[in-house]
């Protein structure tokens, strides 16, 4: 500060002496316009030269800050349900034009429902509540501050986490509860939880929470039916003590497709709320029917074992052929080949045409020069000996999800001696031992080669490991279960394809319905310059909506929200390669903002606790009012701003040096001193 005093007062000096120097040094009889022009020099160097020094210039103001007061208000339609939109917009006018209050606090309105947004005008037609959207904004709006929160909500949360836990501790949170706190009598379906996937003639198990609020004892009918017909019908009874009630039940697969089904509580008595008394789900029933065929030359236990073992499934059907019968392999998913041989030539050319997957089991009779020729996942080099093979589990096998059902407690299998040799795309589930002494030859081994699935098990006798499980479990069913698990992954169709879509079959009205999509080229690489469109169709109004997909990270999405309930169709194309995917899902008519019937005054109570605040009803705003108007920690602050800023920053002092240089030039140039 002192060198820049020093520094101006002596750029003063100069700049008179330069000016005296220029227009009074050895000049007799000076004219009168030498002194005007002198002064403009003066101004001239002086301002250059303080721009050379270019001091700091420090300027002090103040102001007062306010402390935040957002008011948020709920925007879901539930408002409306509670029939508390009016008492709703009059709480909110009524604390935004308090004079007094907008002295105090720098108030700032806000919204919520499904998100959060800065608003002073609602239309309460909300589809969702979150109000976990309504701590985080504020974190991140008013960061590191202390501020109060008015809260005008009927609590009611419908999406996120849960809000209580979600709020500022250090800052209060008021809120006005909206509803009428009266208990009223009410029944209600709160959740169903059930699989999307169900197989065709098999039963799947639904479990249905159930709620009741009320002061008398009830008794309830709890249907589940599908179109007319009632699948599931109980007798409930609810009370003051038993107000919740968990439903687990079994409903049959009948049909194949997407099947809706209705669960439903009826009672006699008149309700406020009848909406939330039923709720419609939907599952989608696969027919997972698979004709296998096990084709053998000769008569082993083995193949009965299998057979009985995979026909535990209704869904599979086996047909047990001789080599010269296999004709037709087109009409089998899986083939099992029994002990090949050399009459299987003409087994392994069919399917080179008919493609299906393949399970070969070997044993003292099988042909491995010829297996040698048909295949390449495994390589054999047998000696004519026999040798018994125990088996060894192997718990890193990851092709598929299997337990560990006994396997090395099982009676060995019989098989001739050699070297077995693995390529690189199969898996061993099974290694075989030799009394206790490992091969490192595999067993039990499974291959995926282009989309072409295969499994070996080496060695017979397989009926003796059936039977054994049968003693060791008192069942079947495992070994069973063990045998279904391959079948499975050979009766899985797992080629590759360009365009794949990912989509759920049953969305509810409401909720964010969003169809993914994933689209690779001829080398199976994703192609991020694909153009994907979708055409959505109203089956019941024919009505057709047309969208274009949203390229994301390794995928494109597109949201489908606003679909009113009932049944679509739809095709995904890509414009380029004219690839295109058909599909359907349903949208079910199901509004979560109409399930309640009184406002959660428990949790904003909670909310209001665990953050120092106070929870008011309707008619005790003004006392909210006067509570915040009372608080001392939130009187407003005289804050000192000091702003320095460098004298080169002032652009009006730059324009004034030009404006006086060119004065002194036009001066100069009229008197004829140039």
């Known amino acids: 500060m002192a060198n820049s005093v020093l520094l101006i007062l002596l750029s003063l000096i100069l700049a008179i002496a330069l000016s005296y120097f220029q227009y009074f040094y050895k000049i007799k009889n000076t004219p009168k316009i030498n002194y005007f022009l002198a002064v403009i020099r003066f101004f001239l160097i002086f301002g250059i030269l303080l721009l050379l020094i270019n001091p700091i210039l420090t300027r002090k103001t103040f102001e007062i800050q306010k402390t935040p007061l957002p008011i948020i208000v709920d925007n879901s339609s539930s408002i409306v349900d509670l029939k508390a939109k009016n008492k709703a917009l009059e709480i909110f006018n009524k604390i935004t034009s308090n004079e007094d209050l907008q002295e105090k606090f720098d108030i700032a309105t806000y919204q919520f429902d499904t998100d959060f947004q800065a608003s002073n005008e609602f239309d309460f037609k909300g589809k969702q509540s979150n109000l976990e959207t309504v701590s985080k904004n504020l974190k991140s709006i008013y960061k590191n501050r202390n501020f109060p929160t008015i809260l005008i909500s009927d609590g009611n949360q419908t999406a996120g986490n849960d809000y209580v836990t979600s709020f500022e501790k250090s800052n209060p949170v008021y809120p006005v509860i909206l509803g009428d706190t009266t208990t009223f009598f009410d029944l209600k379906i709160k959740q169903i939880n059930v699989n999307k996937y169900a197989f065709y003639k098999n039963k799947f198990p639904v479990e249905i929470f159930l709620n009741y609020s009320g002061t008398k004892s009830c008794i309830s009918d709890f249907v589940i039916s599908q179109g007319s017909t009632i699948l599931e019908k109980q007798s409930i009874s609810f009370s003051p003590s038993n107000k919740s009630v968990i439903l687990s039940v079994l409903l049959p697969a009948s049909a194949v497709g997407l099947q809706v089904f209705k669960a439903s509580l009826v009672t006699k008595i008149s309700e406020k709320n009848t909406y939330n008394n039923s709720k419609a789900f939907a599952v989608q029933v696969l027919d997972q029917k698979t004709n296998i065929a096990i084709i053998s030359e000769t008569n082993h236990p083995d193949v009965g074992a299998i057979k009985r073992s995979i026909e535990q499934n209704a869904q599979r059907k086996v047909t047990i052929l001789k080599p010269k019968d296999s004709k037709l392999l087109q009409d089998y998913s899986v083939l099992i080949l029994y002990q090949p041989t050399a009459d299987f030539k003409s087994v392994f050319e069919s399917n080179k045409i008919a493609n299906c997957n393949t399970w070969i089991i070997t044993g003292t009779e099988t042909d491995y020069e010829f297996l040698n020729q048909q295949q390449d996942n495994l390589t054999f080099k047998m000696s004519s000996q026999s040798e018994d093979y125990l088996a060894d589990y192997n718990p890193d096998f990851s092709l598929f999800s299997i337990e560990n059902i006994g396997f090395d407690n099982f009676p060995p299998l019989k098989n001739n001696y050699g070297i077995i040799s693995k390529s690189n795309n199969t898996s061993v589930l099974l290694a075989s031992k030799i009394r206790n002494i490992p091969t490192n030859f595999p067993l039990l081994a499974y291959a995926e080669n282009q989309g072409k699935r295969s499994a070996y098990l080496l060695g017979e006798n397989i009926w003796k490991w059936r039977f054994q499980s049968h003693i060791d479990q008192q069942s079947f069913d495992k070994f069973d279960i063990f045998i279904d698990k391959t079948i499975q992954f050979l009766a899985t169709n797992n080629s590759k394809k360009s365009l794949i879509v990912?989509?759920?079959?049953?969305?509810?009205?409401?909720?964010?319905?969003?169809?993914?999509?994933?689209?690779?080229?001829?080398?199976?690489?994703?192609?991020?310059?694909?153009?994907?469109?979708?055409?959505?169709?109203?089956?019941?109004?024919?009505?057709?909506?047309?969208?274009?997909?949203?390229?994301?990270?390794?995928?494109?999405?597109?949201?489908?929200?606003?679909?009113?309930?009932?049944?679509?169709?739809?095709?995904?194309?890509e414009l380029n390669a004219n690839d295109s995917y058909n599909g359907y899902f349903e949208v079910l008519d199901f509004d979560i903002e109409k399930q309640f019937v009184n406002p959660d005054v428990l949790k904003l109570k909670q909310l209001a606790s665990k953050t120092n605040g106070i929870a008011s009803m309707p008619n005790q705003v003004d006392a909210l009012l006067k509570q915040l108007l009372s608080e001392k920690k939130y009187i407003p602050i005289q804050k000192a701003i000091i702003k320095k800023t460098p004298l080169i920053d002032y652009t009006l002092l730059l324009v004034l040096l030009i404006f006086l240089l060119g004065i002194e030039w036009f001066t100069r140039k009229y008197n004829g001193m140039l």
Not at 508 to 520: C, L, M, N, R, T
Not at 534 to 562: C, H, M, P, Q
Request: net charge positive; charged share 25%.
């Open 502 to 573: 990912n989509h759920e079959n049953v969305y509810y009205s409401g909720e964010s319905i969003s169809v993914e999509a994933q689209y690779f080229n001829k080398n199976y690489e994703f192609d991020e310059r694909a153009r994907l469109t979708i055409s959505v169709t109203n089956r019941a109004t024919k009505e057709v909506k047309n969208f274009d997909f949203l390229k994301g990270n390794n995928n494109f999405k597109v949201n489908l929200d606003g679909l009113n309930a009932g049944k679509y169709t739809f095709n995904v194309k």
